[in-house]
């Protein structure tokens, strides 16, 4: 009976990373041996920390701002505080921008990787110039879902590996063809390797052994790739956002009584 | 230096499941010796076979409206087609409504189970009947995001697991209070277990050893706690569907002249 197995583990001893370390070196200490096919899974936190993007900033409500390229969609939150669902520069869309305050020094914040993509193929490089091995290298960040509490950690960040998987039109077990199954390997990889890090220990890395199908000769596409945006995207605005503007709109329209006939597009929003 | 370390496989040979199975005496053939603190993953769709949840339907688009309780958006797909982004039955916001038509036989669709916690809650007592050691139970399905390509598998059923993982408050490594982070464990392990399973091969169960931390001695909340809806939910409409409800108020308020003033919520949508 054969059996796919993936193991991973996150390794104690990683020291606290600051501004123009040799994030490499200090991960091949590490993790030790890898071997081909491995996939090492980095914190953007500690590739952040590395590339020097801890900044001053007594106001995190500012930088947060200063991270946006777009505002989502934003709500008050009960027990006082602003929730605000933003598209930050990588495209990426959720609460802060990325911006992070937690294990940083106080009066600062950290911002995440100017080019995650590049980061991890800094990494791919320079892990397999010290062990000769073909791996995959993660940047991962922690997110949250529209529609399910709590957060996952995924690929924001990916060099050397099949970031997404296309199984449409290939055949199921029964011979028919498969719907619309496009697996996101990459975000699969992030949420297990999570499970090992921990958010409160000093574990920033974790190596995964089992998907070499997955690593690629080259850097590949990379995690840009996952992101979702433009004529895609059915969730531009939030709900209540786009109904305001909506509402600004059909009400403008209906004040110039022109009895229901318009040139503007109802049902197009922002798209 | 101590490792955390996960591992997880996914065994071959378990055999197709037909309605009235027992799916409990199957998966401890299929996974071998079970330890404290293992966590079995199966894939809804052997939940549902097993409970005869394959249902005659030649057309597909009636079952998925048939398990729809609201649509959230509908977009025409370029390609034709349409794509319905709806809540099912469970709370459960995505695509088709959890009606499966790939690996089921022609005419036929596979329903979800009608409560894949009761159907966790239930296996989990056959296992640790049989094994005698307290393990958890995760019932996965598979489904997109909105702003990111690619599904994950998530957890629709949970027995015996933390389901989150709420580290608000807790100290951070440099002893400071961490943020939001409430870490979505069972999903984390429903997109671990898919990297294993895998879509197109015979391989609808999971088992992962390591992670006896969030395996609980109850049957616990269940995954129906993951499901955020209602006054939580920023996105309860696609943008432009509530783009369009807002057009419509707003025209009908615009068209009587009430010179702006409204009693009507301008910026509540559907909530």
Redesign the interface.
Same mark, same amino acid.
């Given at each position: 009976? +054969? *059996?796919?197995?993936?193991?991973?583990?996150?390794? #104690?001893?990683v020291p606290e990373i600051h501004a123009g370390d040799d994030l490499a070196a200090i991960l091949v200490t590490a993790t030790g041996r890898l071997e081909a096919g491995d996939v090492v899974v980095v914190s953007s936190k500690v590739v952040s920390k590395a590339e020097g993007r801890q900044v001053v900033a007594d106001d995190r409500e500012q930088a947060i701002t200063d991270e946006t390229v777009r505002v989502v =969609?934003v709500?008050e939150q009960p027990g006082g505080g602003v929730?605000r669902?933003v598209e930050n520069r990588l495209g990426?869309?959720g609460?802060a921008a990325g911006v992070d +305050? +937690?294990? &940083?020094?106080?009066g600062t914040v950290l911002l995440l990787p100017v080019d995650p993509d590049e980061s991890a193929a800094r990494l791919r490089t320079a892990l397999i110039a010290v062990t000769g091995a073909p791996v995959g290298v993660v940047v991962s960040d922690?997110l949250g879902?529209?529609?399910? !509490?709590?957060?996952? #950690? &995924?690929a924001i960040g990916a060099a050397g590996i099949r &970031?997404? #998987?296309d199984?449409r039109g290939?055949?199921?077990?029964?011979g !028919?063809?498969?719907? *619309?199954?496009?697996?996101?390997?990459a #975000?699969?990889?992030a949420?297990?390797a999570?499970?090992?890090?921990?958010?409160?220990?000093? !574990?920033p890395v974790a190596v995964v052994r089992? %998907?070499g199908e997955h690593v690629l000769d080259v850097d590949g596409p990379g995690a840009r @790739?996952?992101?979702? %945006?433009g004529n895609e995207?059915?969730?531009?605005?939030? +709900? =209540?956002?786009?109904?305001?503007?909506?509402? !600004?709109?059909?009400?403008?329209?209906? @004040?110039?009584?022109t009895s229901?006939s318009s040139d503007d597009e109802?049902?197009?929003?922002?798209?």
């Open positions: 009976m +054969s *059996v796919a197995e993936i193991r991973c583990w996150a390794p #104690d001893g =969609a709500r929730t669902i990426i869309v609460a +305050s +937690s294990n &940083v020094e106080p922690t879902r529209p529609w399910r !509490r709590g957060q996952t #950690d &995924v &970031v997404v #998987d199984l290939l055949p199921d077990a029964n !028919r063809t498969m719907g *619309v199954t496009v697996v996101a390997v #975000d699969e990889i949420a297990l999570d499970l090992v890090k921990g958010k409160a220990e000093n !574990r089992g %998907l @790739s996952i992101v979702r %945006l995207d059915m969730f531009r605005q939030g +709900s =209540a956002e786009a109904y305001a503007e909506g509402y !600004r709109n059909g009400y403008a329209e209906g @004040s110039q009584e229901g109802v049902d197009g929003g922002a798209w």
